[in-house]
């Protein structure tokens, strides 16, 4: 396969989106129509290549792109493993899905403020971030994809988008520059950047340089991800931007964390995964106990669903800590388990949003106190949100229940009863919690508080824009769910990918500069870096 | 010696940064801010091998790993790095200035008592769509003719 197909999920949305930003500054509607068609056009290239990554992955090899004909440790470096293409086809199908759901509900004036190029750039950073094969570009990927964020998050210039919109930034900011200095000290004390040669040296490095970067990268991926103590900037924000940007950054910006997570605890530091096991299943049942518990106490929709997003995320951080553990089991079961938690997760949790976005503009309000009665106006809306709620606590046949009990079984297998017994209680408590949501927006006496008269599921393609993604997304988690087996197959080979960190520098294959002596060893071209001469 | 200094005046750049960053007040945040990138450019900096009087630039791309080992030039990947970072952080900072400013033009106030200002939600920005909508209903209850048939329930 083509290793050049790797710069297409980068090179697409970043070519789009400036195409869209020449021609979105002048003229009307007809402008804003060019977009969404330009912009439908490269989400599905995108989504085309993701599936063709995805396919050639997941039958267990990996795909190294070294950009410019660059050997490893000088160069660029993509790689795609199973994880990576995975979570490349989750990203396109929400991106894909959000999309209809945006064209019905986002304001003109948000379009015309560059709504479609903004999410073209996200889908750009979160693509590179998942592709990035070193610590460096990384971090780029992660700064394209937060500005990008950061201005969906506060176009349209409301007061609580722009009060949100700081607490965000300094938040991910700060996160950042703790990122930056740990590739800093990456580079200080290893002398490379490049992620295999990075884990090549890690393997005889001294515990302290260890110790440092895997604390500060901790730090850093986690407060990104909404782990325990550092996730306060994620409920205070998430639920000011329109419902369509919430859910891509519901669905996928914390879940970049996650993939980052994973990624560095497999490659660089899997002695870790054994060692720091304590502290990341603490973590793991924290952040789900404070999560749901968080959720509970929220009064309007959509900061109850934005603290779900926490409580979720321990869950998959539940799976790393037990990645290499389990008695009958077999190992990797632990990390598979979490990358289908991640599949449902990614697939529910936007589901969820858009059908809150669409009571709160419907209802011109999402407080709990405040709404009711809405499944007298709109059961289709009523019956979509309801089998969401349940496919999040893990009712089956939907997603939830397989990617919940295959975490349970391996965190029972390993024996850790505390937080196995947490995440029980948590599950308990999010069906509780959105059972509540569902009796308290859809039961009852129908109470509008909108000023407007409700508006936004009368017109028939108006209504199929938002309900449709909402319907097609739900299709998604109960075919996850019905062929769970495939599925967790599928999870499975990513997860041995994941952890096989030699095959990860083999396929990469990082030279030595200093054993190089000169000219003549100058190493010949590999067939992995055919092409790509032209970057 | 010189990394003695490097290393002192990262860590008081640092804590000059967290300390302005807990303060109140936008001034102070965005000084603080400034001062954690430039500890970290400043670390980023003093991560890389120093040789001194060479330019960071090799002659042949065939040959650069025996240039790299016989050290003919200077590590260029700090320079590098620290120039991107100093660009993402400008441009953020940037950025940062321009919703402190405009918040306070929407709030009159430094300091946000409440969540959301009262009647700012985002939705109360009533923008064209929704008032066309309107103005399309009060129509059609009006002549009795409607394109978009509402009210029912789906």
């Known amino acids: 396969m083509n290793p050049n197909l790797l710069a297409v999920p980068i090179a697409l949305p970043l070519f789009t989106a400036a195409l869209l930003l020449a021609v979105s500054r002048w003229g009307g509607r007809q402008l804003i129509d060019l977009q969404r068609g330009l912009t439908a056009i490269a989400l599905l290239v995108n989504l085309g290549v993701a599936l063709a990554l995805a396919n050639y992955t997941l039958s267990g090899h990996r795909l190294v792109l070294q950009m410019g004909g660059w050997q490893a440790p000088f160069g660029i470096t993509l790689v795609a493993d199973g994880l990576t293409s995975i979570l490349l086809t989750m990203a396109a199908i929400i991106f894909l899905a959000v999309l209809p759901f945006a064209i019905g509900t986002i304001d003109f004036h948000r379009e015309r403020m560059g709504y479609y190029p903004l999410t073209l750039f996200l889908l750009m950073g979160i693509n590179g971030a998942f592709l990035a094969g070193d610590l460096f570009n990384l971090y780029v990927f992660f700064e394209v994809m937060l500005m990008a964020s950061f201005v969906l998050l506060t176009v349209g210039g409301q007061p609580a988008q722009t009060h949100s919109g700081i607490r965000y930034v300094v938040l991910n900011l700060i996160a950042s520059l703790v990122f930056l200095a740990a590739a800093g000290i990456a580079y200080g004390t290893l002398g490379t950047l490049n992620m295999a040669h990075m884990a090549e040296r890690l393997q005889t490095a001294a515990p302290a340089v260890k110790t440092l970067l895997a604390g500060l990268l901790f730090v850093s991926f986690g407060s990104k991800a909404g782990l325990f103590p550092l996730f306060f900037w994620l409920p205070s924000s998430y639920h000011t931007p329109p419902p369509a940007v919430m859910a891509l950054f519901g669905g996928l910006l914390t879940k970049v964390g996650v993939y980052t997570l994973f990624r560095s605890f497999t490659l660089f530091f899997p002695d870790l995964l054994v060692a720091w096991q304590p502290l990341i299943l603490g973590v793991a049942g924290a952040t789900m106990l404070i999560g749901v518990l968080g959720a509970m106490s929220q009064p309007t929709v959509r900061r109850v669903l934005s603290f779900h997003i926490i409580s979720q995320v321990g869950y998959m951080i539940m799976g790393l800590g037990v990645a290499v553990d389990g008695q009958n089991l077999a190992m990797g079961f632990g990390l598979a388990a979490a990358i289908l938690y991640m599949i449902h997760h990614i697939i529910v949790k936007s589901t969820l949003i858009l059908a809150g976005g669409a009571i709160q503009i419907e209802m011109g309000s999402d407080e709990l106190a405040r709404i009711g009665g809405l499944v007298s106006k709109r059961p289709l809306l009523a019956i979509l949100f309801f089998l969401a709620a349940i496919a999040l606590a893990g009712i089956p046949p939907f997603s939830g229940f397989v990617s919940k009990l295959s975490l349970l079984q391996i965190t029972m297998d390993s024996g850790h009863w505390l937080v196995a017994g947490i995440s029980v209680v948590v599950s308990l408590l999010t069906l509780n919690s959105m059972t509540a949501l569902w009796r308290e927006t859809f039961w009852g006496e129908y109470e509008h508080p909108g000023r407007l008269t409700p508006w936004l599921l009368d017109a028939p393609l108006r209504r199929w824009l938002v309900l449709g993604p909402i319907a097609g997304l739900l299709v998604l988690s109960l075919g996850l769910g019905l062929f769970g087996e495939r599925f967790f197959q599928m999870t499975n080979t990513a997860a041995q990918q994941a952890l096989d960190q030699a095959g990860y520098i083999a396929a990469v294959r990082p030279v030595e500069p200093e054993s190089v002596a000169g000219p003549a060893d100058y190493p010949a071209e590999s067939p992995t870096d055919k092409g790509g001469h032209d970057e | ?154």
């Open chain 2, 1 to 154: 010696m010189t990394q003695l200094i490097l290393a002192l005046t990262v860590g008081i750049l640092f804590a000059c940064g967290a300390y302005l960053v807990m303060r109140r007040g936008k001034i102070k945040l965005i000084l603080g801010l400034g001062l954690f990138s430039h500890g970290v450019n400043l670390l980023l900096f003093g991560s890389g091998e120093m040789i001194l009087g060479k330019p960071a630039i090799f002659n042949d791309k065939a040959n650069f790993l025996g240039e790299l080992a016989t050290r003919s030039f200077a590590d260029p990947l700090p320079q590098a790095l620290i120039l991107t970072a100093i660009v993402i952080s400008f441009g953020i900072t940037a950025f940062m200035i321009v919703l402190l400013n405009r918040r306070d033009t929407l709030l009159g106030s430094e300091i946000m008592e409440n969540e959301l200002a009262p009647g700012y939600d985002w939705l109360v920005y009533t923008d064209d769509d929704l008032e066309e909508q309107r103005q399309k209903q009060a129509e059609s209850k009006g002549n009795g003719s409607s394109k978009i048939s509402g009210g029912e329930p789906l």
